[in-house]
């Protein structure tokens, strides 16, 4: 059985967010000292969560992401994990995480089920790390990620926001970091996603003109990697170093999109980039059961638009990226 939204498109792809709340607060995403979060009786419950992915898999989704915020500020992740990792149908269960707690919860994650893990990292500059993040400590990231390779959440995948004038001359440094860890770059486009999002812009830097500058030290061979993501994949030559880009401003993918996002709060986002949404806390609070959710999922993607608007109306999605699950 195929989810398929009015554009043809097929929905196998389910983000979960468990939680708003974040212990970093990078310039992109959250303002400094944001503290207007949803109350964690807000949030759905590890419960409700399982009966929303199980009928996701019976519709026929097979790749699935913990996000946030951060999803390591919930707490007992990993009893979600062994929840969702249990369901017939998951071909994928995979993370977003800052990694600053990812230290202490690499092994019981991976032993509950986890797959694999991509990790947030601008920088690897102290300094410079710490101003992205709102006083963030690299050395926990870097810790937290080497925890995550040794107990074989692989591939590690690192995701850099770029930032013209900010960290975008890190660049060559970071591939080479990630080409000898192992790990696999991702160079994303800031997104206008709330007010913090929006400000961000002002320091955009498309990505064909990174990929010149890394031509000319690197040679790179088109490639592809498993996962249901955006990315365009390029090998770094005589290595198996990956760089792949996420470009939703100057190459947007809607007509391949295949993916949709569930909010702490129970709501079902459409796009990233709209506004489209439906609601599924009270129909779950109200004991709906596997069919019932079925019929409510299928009538949401009715309302999956075609594509966002992010470069003909910036300024369109008021909502942080936290809100939204990233």
């Excluded at 400590?137 to 959440?153: E, S, Y």
Aim: proline share 5%; with cysteine.
């Amino acid at each position: 059985m195929n989810l398929t939204d009015p554009f043809q498109r097929t929905i196998e792809y389910l983000r979960i967010s468990v939680t708003d709340r974040c212990d970093l607060r990078c310039s992109y995403c959250l303002p400094k000292g944001y503290k207007d979060f949803q109350e964690p009786e807000e949030w759905l419950t590890f419960d409700e969560i399982t009966r929303v992915v199980d009928a996701f898999c019976a519709l026929g989704a097979r790749r699935f992401r913990l996000t946030g915020g951060e999803p390591l500020v919930r707490n007992n992740l990993p009893e979600l994990v062994a929840k969702l990792s249990a369901l017939e149908g998951i071909e994928d269960l995979s993370m977003s995480s800052n990694a600053v707690r990812l230290g202490r919860f690499a092994e019981p994650l991976k032993a509950a089920g986890l797959n694999r893990v991509n990790i947030s990292l601008d920088s690897l500059d102290p300094d410079r790390f710490a101003e992205i993040t709102g006083g963030g400590k690299l050395h926990k990231v870097l810790d937290g990620i080497a925890a995550a390779k040794r107990v074989g959440l692989e591939p590690v995948k690192i995701n850099m926001v770029v930032q013209g004038g900010i960290n975008d001359h890190e660049i060559a440094q970071m591939v080479e970091f990630c080409a000898d860890e192992g790990y696999t770059l991702r160079l994303i486009e800031t997104m206008p996603m709330g007010s913090t999002g929006l400000a961000a812009t002002q320091t955009y830097r498309g990505l064909d003109s990174v990929m010149e500058e890394l031509r000319e030290r690197f040679e790179l061979i088109p490639d592809i990697m498993p996962g249901g993501g955006p990315a365009r994949y390029y090998r770094v030559a005589g290595s198996e170093a990956r760089i792949g880009l996420i470009t939703p401003i100057s190459r947007h993918f809607c007509e391949t999109c295949n993916r949709v996002r569930l909010g702490a709060d129970g709501t079902l986002y459409m796009c990233l980039g709209q506004d489209h949404s439906f609601s599924l806390r009270a129909l779950l609070r109200d004991g709906a059961d596997r069919a019932e959710l079925m019929t409510a999922i299928r009538h949401a993607i009715t309302l999956k638009p075609e594509r966002h608007e992010f470069s003909d109306k910036p300024e369109q999605v008021i909502r942080f990226m936290s809100q939204t699950g990233g």
